[in-house]
């Protein structure tokens, strides 16, 4: 099977801002009615934060062409090739990838010395991707009648076009939007929730706090010289 991927010029980007904030305003006046604590307390924002759960805070819209070529059917276990029996196609789909974060796992520290409050955010993930099958556009198709074309090859089109949607969505900075965008929630939530005029906000990720590799105590001890023994 050879097959040729294009990706269309236009590639739109967009965020979830708005619905985020939808949600974020039911849990916070549910907050304020069920909970009267105002204390700030890294246990506390920590809670209401967990109601969140998962949320969707960037999305990735694209229109992808993929050209297909079935090429010549091959007869006697692949030893003779029928000419002019390939099958070929050209297609364009349309989807979504979007991201966030996982509201559950931020941790929260507060520094009433400092007036701190520190927010640690799981990285961001791919939440869901999907490939829109009704919006399937039909440029070019030839198909033959010795070697048509069936649903497993539509299926493996449109598994190739997620996938590589997926890695573009990620190489455009989808995982490093949906972060920002947690991070304007989260801020908006907690000042919306606590009298916040006090404090400053820091925010940091999971990747960032990972603990620098420690040298092996082997190779350290390979590596160093070996004094001589006196005589």
């Known amino acids: 099977m050879k097959e040729k991927i294009f990706r269309d010029i236009k590639i739109v980007v967009v965020t979830l801002i708005f619905m985020s904030a939808i949600v974020l305003t039911f849990i916070i006046s549910r907050n304020i009615a069920l909970n009267g604590e105002s204390k700030i307390t890294g246990e506390t924002i920590k809670k209401s934060l967990a109601d969140i759960s998962e949320l969707n805070t960037a999305e990735y819209c694209y229109t992808h062409v993929v050209s297909y070529n079935s090429g010549d059917q091959k007869i006697f276990w692949g030893a003779v090739t029928v000419p002019y029996t390939s099958s070929e196609g050209v297609y364009s789909y349309q989807g979504t990838v979007t991201a966030g974060i996982d509201f559950s796992k931020i941790e929260v520290t507060v520094d009433e010395t400092e007036k701190e409050i520190k927010f640690v955010l799981p990285d961001a993930v791919i939440t869901d991707s999907h490939v829109d099958n009704d ?88 590596g160093a010289d070996i004094p001589e023994t006196a005589k």
């Open 135 to 222: 919006s399937l556009e039909t440029y070019y198709e030839h198909n033959n009648v010795f070697n048509p074309m069936t649903v497993i090859t539509y299926n493996e089109l449109v598994r190739q076009v997620d996938e590589a949607e997926r890695e573009s969505a990620v190489q455009n900075g989808l995982l490093e939007r949906a972060n920002s965008n947690a991070k304007i929630q989260i801020e908006s939530f907690v000042r919306a929730m606590y009298d916040m005029d006090n404090y400053k906000i820091i925010f940091e990720t999971a990747s960032q706090n990972q603990p620098a590799p420690t040298e092996n105590p082997l190779e350290a001890q390979e």
